[in-house]
């Protein structure tokens, strides 16, 4: 596992072909396993797949899977668009299309913006959160890399009206106490160090790309009191359980800005569909693992959110959390998916032998959940990243 080592130069064009994107698209809503009670299992046939996976609490569940708890066993859903629990019957095989009434589909966040790749030089005192980002608050938590031996940070706050806020601290974060923050507006976060650093420095991994369009923009009144009403609906207590928390986090990051209020935000037409709460998510997740709510599916959520605004080693290592806290196979689908993830970013970053090893754990994965179809897809990804790894030595010899 290459936790430490330094990792390869990339080109651009490598890294713009392999990074994640998802155009901006209407997806299927999801429901959630809101809490399970008595003694026994519950089981889960995904559709398309051909076995059936022991599940946790908080595990999503899509309209074409079916949910069989044990005789004994209690079973509470959180279905889309419904306030109650819905409860599922011990010792019956229920479709959850006929479980869960409404399936509406969702707008989902854009493509990752590929210019914020960076956090990968501990020496820098990158920028964590608000990072490439909405906001709910004009006070928000300002948070960084914590250097190590840096006794004092400066921090600034800029504007397109010039200076809203400088201070200085020896923690590695801080909350904005500034002039008011206009909706809609985007602003910058600079951090320096009392060692000569600064989070402008912050770079891709072995390349002069400086990581950049780390702007943060808070929603307008109108664009903040929708969500905050929508919040409450999915979950007005989110730190309650762990269902609660990854739903809300889950619509923080996926949220963008309806197309009818676009011209009024400072923000790039074709680069919008980034900006999404992730930081608001982020905090949610983080305070949930503060708990003691170490779980695989938490720290793979994490790794996802730290991913979509770029953060390559908090991606890292929150993906490798969630396959070093697997207890059982309940716990298979969310190191599956992190292998698969932990792929995808060494792909990006042109670090191919890494990117096989967890593509090849992740069709393991796959075969063992049943999952032929998807089996099969990493097998083609994999066959064409040794045929790019074989090209690109030939290459260099």
């Known amino acids: 596992m290459m936790r430490n080592r330094k990792m390869p130069k990339f080109t651009v064009l490598a890294l713009a072909l392999a990074i994640i994107t998802l155009p901006l698209s209407a997806i299927a809503q999801t429901a959630r396993i809101q809490s399970i009670a008595g003694k026994g299992k519950v089981r889960v046939q995904r559709e398309k797949r051909t076995d059936w996976l022991p599940v946790r609490p908080a595990t999503e569940l899509y309209q074409g899977d079916q949910i069989f708890p044990d005789i004994g066993v209690r079973v509470a859903l959180q279905c889309p668009g419904v306030s ?8 019956v095989v229920s479709g959850m299309g006929s479980l869960c009434i409404n399936w509406a589909n969702a ?3 854009g493509s ?3 210019e914020t790749l960076g956090g990968v030089d501990a020496s820098i005192p990158y920028l964590i959160t608000p990072r490439h980002a909405l906001l709910l608050s ?3 938590l300002l948070r960084w890399n914590p250097v190590s031996g840096v006794t004092e940070y400066s921090v600034e706050v800029t504007g397109i009206k010039g200076l809203m806020w400088k201070t200085k601290t020896k923690a590695n974060q801080v909350i904005y106490a500034g002039k008011p923050l206009e909706g809609g507006l985007p602003y910058s976060l600079i951090v320096r160090t009392n060692t000569g650093k600064s989070s402008q420095e912050d770079i891709a991994p072995n390349s002069e790309q400086k990581a950049s369009n780390l702007e943060f923009v808070t929603l307008r009144q109108s664009e903040a009191a929708l969500v905050k009403a929508q919040a ?4 007005p207590t989110p730190l309650s359980s762990e269902a609660s928390a990854l739903s809300l986090a889950n619509f ?5 800005l309806p197309q009818s209020v676009i011209s009024a935000y400072k923000l790039p037409a074709n680069t919008f569909e980034t900006y999404s709460l992730t930081g608001e998510a982020i905090a949610l997740l983080e305070s949930l693992i503060q708990q003691g709510k170490q779980y695989p599916l938490i720290y793979r959520n994490l790794g996802d959110l730290y991913w979509q605004i770029g953060l390559v080693h908090l991606a890292q290592a929150n993906y490798l959390k969630a396959i070093d806290s697997v207890q059982g196979l309940e716990d298979i689908e969310d190191w599956t998916l992190a292998q698969y993830s932990l792929g ?18 992740a ?8 999952d032929s179809g998807r089996a099969d897809v990493l097998q083609r990804r994999i066959e064409r990243l040794k045929k790019t790894a074989v090209n690109s030595a030939n290459v260099k010899n």
């Not at 109650?84 to 010792?91: E, F």
């Not at 923080?252 to 963008?256: A, D, E, L, S």
């Not at 995808?344 to 754990?361: D, F, V």
């Not at 069709?363 to 049943?370: A, C, D, N, P």
């Open 84 to 91: 109650n629990p819905v409860v599922v019957r011990a010792g």
């Open 107 to 109: 707008e989902s966040r």
């Open 112 to 114: 990752q913006a590929a």
């Open 138 to 140: 004009a006070t928000p």
């Open 232 to 235: 409450a609906k999915i979950s």
């Open 252 to 256: 923080y990051g996926n949220y963008i």
């Open 344 to 361: 995808q970013i060494y792909a990006a970053i042109n670090y191919p032998k890494q990117a096989l090893e967890h593509y090849s754990q």
């Open 363 to 370: 069709r393991v994965g796959y075969i063992f959940l049943g």
